[in-house]
């Protein structure tokens, strides 16, 4: 989902989902700090190791199923864990603590609110910056006024799939089921803007769109750099933190823009399905 050592980190709220066909569902050891613990969103936000065969070292939330996981856990534990990967979903099943150590003074362990910045509401204007998109070409979302849009942050490398690979298949689901639809073919954009310019250049993010199925005529990926990006992520709502070692963490926040360029809805988190924004962007498009 929130992001993690360039990932996306659900705290206010996951993209390569490392999964095959056989089996389902992977299961990978885990060791790392705990940071932070969360039982009222079931989730503890772990400083891990590189975990073998999956995912680089990184700075992540992870979800339990058995909220009794999370007894006893307290920011400084040293654990080791099983984390679950299954295609739409990634929880840790056990956790065992192996010690204690201070955890260093500059790490967050909070995401806190962007500072200085009107977060967007419904009904207010989108005045978004330019952007560069996956051919290296500006864009801005004032220029796609007349269409609805439909805008969410990513960054191509999060390894979590109920993040920014789940945000990719619903983004893939809308542009199935808006090309279907009289009333929406035509009349809408899907914007996925990645927080990680260093990575996600021009090249990267069309290789991406490529593998996400993405019509170039419907759907784009851009970026900006890391300031401008990150300013207008927060807006939306969405934080993004970039950690000394080069991890990010950061939540999950989806816009829905009417065709007058005003905001009609903003989804936290992975809370919402392809068909239920649909159902807005038609509302939005026929009320113009």
Known sequence: MVTMPRSALVLIGLLTAACSAAPETRSYELHGQVLAVRPETSEILVKHEDIKGFMPAMTMPYHVKDLALLNGRAPGDLITATLQVAPELAWLSAITKTGSAPIPADTNTTIPAASGVTLLKPGAEVAAPALIDQ??????????????????????????????????????????????????????????????????????????????????????????????????????????????????????????????????????????????????????????
Not at 260 to 272: L, T, Y
Request: charged letters at 20%; glycine letters at 4%.
């Open 135 to 288: 051919d290296g070409q500006p864009l801005a979302l004032t220029a796609w006024k007349g269409s609805a849009i439909v805008v969410t942050f990513i960054y191509t490398r999060c390894p979590l799939p109920q993040f920014c690979p789940l945000m990719d298949r619903r983004f893939a689901e809308i542009q199935s089921l808006a090309a279907a639809d009289p009333a929406v073919a035509g009349k809408l954009r899907l914007l996925s803007i990645s927080f990680d310019p260093a990575n996600d250049d021009a090249a990267a993010l069309r290789a991406h769109a490529a593998k996400a199925g993405a019509d170039p005529a419907v759907w784009r990926f851009a970026t900006a750099d890391e300031a401008v990006v990150d300013r207008l992520a927060a807006t939306f709502g969405v934080n993004v933190i970039r950690e000394a070692d080069g991890t990010i963490t950061h939540n999950l926040r989806t816009a829905v823009i009417d065709p007058h360029g005003r905001i009609v809805s903003i989804h936290d988190s992975n809370a919402w399905s392809a068909a239920t924004l649909v159902d807005e962007i038609k509302t939005a498009v026929l009320a113009r």
